[in-house]
């Protein structure tokens, strides 16, 4: 099995050089904080948040033990956010920041694959122009027994790179594009949560006794 890899990196070494190798590397790097990520997303319930809106709107309806229940089924990293606003603590930027805290951590990873997405056209461009320089040395070498094959040769081998650098980025840049996008909304879904519960409408509700009339 070793041997079999070895020999399998040796080849691609042959064809692109240390430049193909390096983006290989990058692109199992990428495959392994993608997975985690969607392990991470999975975990904290990204995008599953049925139960704190329906306990944000049974608070906004004044139904406090209703909207208690409901977020106690909450299987969602938001769900303590949520339960000190409505056990009293009305600091929005306080709650705010624990929200930011939270999505702080899922979005762990993010600035990792943009750099490769960034990075891995790059690096393909440079293995290209040092695969074209060997073509070219290769060639001048020649002196007057030149062989276009070497030199199509030499330029194929060259843009080798590039197509694996594209390769590479274009499925990065997506994905942390579809991540971005999922945290955005639940960015949003926070907020209006958040904005719902510490409305001056529903704050008075949190101290009302239970079964006390609305007015006096």
Same mark, same amino acid.
């Given at each position: @099995?070793?041997?079999?890899?070895?020999?399998?990196?040796?080849?691609?070494?042959?064809?692109?050089?240390?430049?193909?190798?390096?983006?290989?590397?990058?692109?199992?790097?990428?495959?392994?904080?993608?997975?985690?990520?969607?392990? #991470?997303?999975?975990?904290?319930?990204?995008?599953?948040?049925?139960?704190?809106?329906?306990?944000?709107?049974?608070?906004?309806?004044?139904?406090?033990?209703?909207?208690?229940?409901?977020?106690?089924?909450?299987?969602?990293?938001?769900?303590?956010?949520? $339960? @000190?606003?409505?056990?009293?603590?009305?600091?929005?930027?306080?709650?705010?920041?624990?929200?930011?805290?939270?999505?702080?951590?899922?979005?762990?990873?993010?600035?990792?694959?943009?750099?490769?997405?960034?990075?891995?056209?790059?690096? &393909?461009?440079?293995?290209?122009?040092?695969? @074209?320089?060997?073509?070219? #040395?290769?060639?001048?070498?020649?002196?007057? #027994?030149?062989?276009?094959?070497?030199?199509?040769?030499?330029?194929?081998?060259?843009?080798?790179?590039?197509?694996? &650098?594209? $390769?590479?980025?274009?499925?990065?840049?997506?994905?942390?594009?579809?991540?971005?996008?999922?945290?955005?909304?639940?960015?949003?879904?926070?907020? #209006?949560?958040?904005?719902?519960?510490?409305?001056?409408?529903?704050?008075?509700?949190?101290?009302?006794?239970?079964?006390?009339?609305?007015?006096?």
């Amino acid at each position: @099995m070793i041997a079999m890899l070895s020999d399998a990196l040796r080849r691609v070494f042959d064809l692109g050089g240390p430049v193909v190798l390096l983006l290989g590397a990058l692109s199992v790097l990428v495959l392994a904080v993608v997975l985690y990520k969607l392990w #991470q997303f999975t975990a904290a319930g990204v995008g599953r948040h049925t139960a704190l809106r329906d306990a944000a709107a049974a608070w906004e309806a004044g139904d406090r033990a209703n909207a208690r229940r409901h977020l106690a089924a909450a299987r969602s990293y938001l769900s303590p956010v949520l $339960a @000190m606003a409505l056990d009293g603590q009305d600091d929005a930027p306080r709650l705010e920041a624990e929200a930011e805290a939270r999505f702080a951590r899922l979005e762990r990873g993010f600035r990792l694959l943009d750099s490769v997405a960034q990075l891995a056209p790059l690096l &393909g461009l440079f293995g290209t122009v040092l695969g @074209m320089i060997s073509a070219f #040395q290769a060639l001048q070498a020649a002196g007057s #027994q030149v062989d276009p094959s070497i030199l199509a040769g030499g330029i194929w081998v060259a843009l080798l790179t590039t197509a694996v &650098g594209l $390769a590479v980025a274009m499925p990065t840049a997506l994905v942390l594009s579809w991540f971005e996008a999922r945290m955005d909304a639940e960015r949003v879904l926070a907020q #209006q949560a958040l904005r719902t519960i510490l409305a001056p409408g529903t704050q008075s509700s949190r101290t009302m006794p239970a079964g006390a009339p609305a007015h006096a």
